[in-house]
């Protein structure tokens, strides 16, 4: 189907709207065949990460159109702003909420890494998006996420030496 420039003003008012409602349908397929139409929440939620980075993985359009609008987004007057304000702070929340299950089951205090890793394992899956947009041929999207998430779980679960400890080592 073709449609004008005037026709995606029309209905969309702009491109930028176009392609955000194109995430938010994305978005919302992606969890159409889930409980409540929603992620998982505790551990199961970082599996379904892993499999929506295989899922990605397919459709490598949808993830550029993510990956372009994200970065364009920074700006404060960009029309995309709030969909990725609001859903960084969500994805946070709710992968902060998973590790704060895993943690209690595996006896764990809750640490105070959760935030940082919370955040750590969005920008991880973003940045290896990106990595495999531009190296798909070098850059398992599935297998290098699961890889990511599971080393920062693990950090947070296990807590190892502190990096300094391992240049402190190296120095003597």
């Not at 372009?68 to 992968?95: C, G, I, K, Q, W």
């Not at 935030?115 to 070098?138: K, R, T």
Request: hydrophobic share 40%; proline share 5%; charged share 25%.
């Amino acid at each position: 189907m073709d449609i004008t420039h005037s026709g995606v003003l029309h209905h969309f008012g702009s491109k930028q709207n176009l392609l955000l409602e194109m995430l938010t349908y994305r978005d919302e397929t992606d969890v159409a065949d889930l409980d409540e139409r929603h992620i998982p929440d505790g551990p199961e939620l970082f599996l379904h990460l892993v499999r929506t980075a295989l899922a990605n993985s397919r459709r490598a359009g949808v993830v550029q159109v993510y990956t372009v609008l994200s970065a364009e987004a920074v700006t404060d007057d960009h029309p995309a702003r709030p969909f990725f304000d609001n859903r960084y702070a969500t994805l946070r929340r709710e992968v902060g909420d998973a590790f704060g299950v895993l943690c209690a089951q595996e006896g764990v205090t809750e640490p105070a890494t959760v935030g940082a890793a919370s955040a750590s394992i969005l920008a991880v899956m973003d940045g290896l998006q990106l990595q495999w947009l531009l190296h798909p041929e070098e850059i398992d999207l599935a297998e290098t996420s699961e890889f990511a998430i599971r080393a920062i779980v693990n950090a947070v679960l296990r807590p190892g030496p502190e990096l300094s400890d391992y240049v402190r080592s190296g120095t003597d």
